[in-house]
């Protein structure tokens, strides 16, 4: 993997039909269920502050743990087209539903801890995040537990744990700026409540498929040189 961002753009172009069938597959139903957990949070929760409240926090930790969980499929589907794999789509399909339970107690953890860390002036937790980042797609790439990934996960995140912040916080900050344009557009024009949610929604699933696959790219990247470094180190 030389040029990861070509290698990302040219797949996510090329191979759009079968993304979009990941995204109605996975999710849109994501999407859907995180928007009905979190909207029945924030109304039963009391709000004790103008400037945030518990919801606020609970709305971080379900965004994080389905993030976490949602990559699943396109972790597979730039593997299987790097590796040459035939029946991409069913393999990645049977992947997402094989490695789906210890990717989702990951990411429940993960999420735990990485919220209880943004708390702790947001450094933290954005750090532990960094360096546990790689694990789910060591652990999707091999077909392996989690649990089984975390030492060859643990050494690609300590070696690139900058970079991989850099890649979310810009990938983040692209989509909520370009969020905030696009809503601050549409309520110019209607202020549904709807409209709003299914403008956001599209959004997501738009830039999410194509920063998982771009973050996969440069995961296989980074796993490579890792492994030419210790084939050169004997």
Not at 30 to 39: E, G, K, R
Not at 51 to 59: G, N, V
Not at 84 to 105: A, K
Request: net charge neutral; aromatic share 18%.
């Amino acid at each position: 993997m030389q040029k990861p961002f070509k290698y990302t753009w040219e797949l996510y172009t090329s191979q759009f039909e079968i993304i979009f069938v990941l995204i109605l597959l996975t999710t849109l139903p994501l999407l859907f269920l995180h928007s009905a957990i979190t909207n029945y949070i924030y109304a039963i929760t009391p709000s004790y502050s103008i400037i945030y409240s518990f919801a606020d926090i609970y709305y971080g930790l379900i965004t994080l743990l389905f993030f976490l969980y949602a990559q699943i499929p396109y972790i597979r589907f730039v593997y299987n087209e790097y590796k040459g794999t035939e029946n991409n789509l069913r393999n990645t399909v049977y992947s997402f539903i094989e490695n789906g339970f210890t990717v989702f107690v990951f990411a429940c953890i993960v999420s735990v801890l990485s919220t209880i860390g943004f708390m702790m002036f947001v450094l933290p937790g954005l750090i532990l995040l960094a360096l546990v980042f790689p694990i789910p797609y060591i652990s999707i790439f091999d077909s392996k537990p989690v649990w089984q990934s975390y030492k060859e996960g643990l050494r690609i995140g300590k070696k690139n744990v900058g970079k991989i912040i850099l890649i979310i916080f810009l990938a983040g900050s692209a989509e909520l700026l370009f969020g905030i344009f696009v809503s601050y557009q549409l309520f110019n024009i209607t202020s549904s409540f709807a409209a709003q949610l299914i403008t956001q929604m599209t959004l997501n699933m738009i830039v999410f498929p194509f920063m998982i696959i771009l973050i996969t790219s440069y995961i296989l990247k980074w796993r490579e040189n890792l492994e030419t470094l210790e084939v050169n180190a004997l």
